[in-house]
């Protein structure tokens, strides 16, 4: 992989993150007043807040879960493809991707992609 490609990687595996964080944030914002009040234990109104925005807050998490999905697909991919990776530490990272999410693709492209050998070899396909 070129170092170019390497740098466009690790900009996707931010991705997921900040479409996470950005829902989060949207959540934090439409139910700031119950925040500053102290009154978030109030169920009844974080579920008015919410459903006031429904369509929004959907639309976020859609965006945010199809991002993950698809950023958890490429990187399964592209280690699965690699031949000098050990079975055992390819299956720990693709446990580790499935259960951390978005937090695990900036990690697993720091500690295995960043420094990796322009042509490293790989197997045609993943079969």
Known sequence: ????????????????????????????????????????????????????????????????MALTGIMLVYNVIHLAKLKPVHGATKLGWMVFMVVFGPISFPIFWYMQIKDEPKNIPTYADIT
């Open 1 to 64: 992989m070129s170092n170019t490609a390497k740098k466009i990687h690790g900009m996707l595996s931010f991705i997921p993150l900040l479409a996470w964080s950005l829902w989060c944030g949207y959540i934090l914002l439409i139910t700031k007043d119950l925040l500053l009040t102290q009154t978030y234990q109030n169920h009844e109104k974080i579920v008015n807040a919410l459903v006031s925005h429904y369509q929004a807050v959907v639309l976020l998490w859609l965006l945010a």
